[in-house]
């Protein structure tokens, strides 16, 4: 089992930079691929980035891409999302989650497996 917590939220200006952390339970963190999603108030909880076990691959929602970055440190159990250029209509909570069954990375949330409680970004105009 594994257990995921998250840290690095909190309020930025648009145009501001926050980075994520999401630290992992367990000596096992390098046999998962990792994610990270986002739920806005109102909305469904919705795919951010992912990760592969190794690092070498990773996948973003299209919104995203160029703008945030994901990242792993198997050796400190620890995955990260680096966001800039934030804008407000990435204000949410973003959750990280762990992915045993996928060959790669999946964006797909049913099969990630354990998932953090979530951190709080609010980002203001």
């Known amino acids: 089992q594994v257990q995921l917590v998250e840290s690095g939220g909190g309020l930025v200006q648009a145009g501001g930079s926050l980075r994520l952390s999401c630290a992992a339970s367990?000596?096992?963190?390098?046999?998962?691929?990792m994610g990270w999603f986002r739920q806005a108030p109102g909305k469904e909880r919705e795919f951010v980035a992912t990760?592969?076990?190794?690092?070498?691959?990773?996948y973003y929602t299209n919104s995203m891409k160029g703008r945030f970055t994901i990242s792993r440190d198997n050796a400190k159990n620890t995955v990260f999302l680096q966001m800039n250029s934030l804008k407000p209509e990435d204000t949410a909570v973003y959750y990280c989650?762990?992915?045993?069954?996928?060959?790669?990375?999946?964006?797909?949330?049913?099969?990630?497996?354990?998932w953090g409680q979530g951190t709080q970004v609010t980002v203001s105009s």
């Open positions: 989650a762990a992915d045993s069954r996928s060959s790669v990375y999946t964006a797909k949330q049913a099969s990630y497996d354990y």
């Open positions: 367990g000596r096992t963190f390098s046999s998962y691929a």
């Open positions: 990760i592969s076990r190794g690092g070498g691959n990773t």
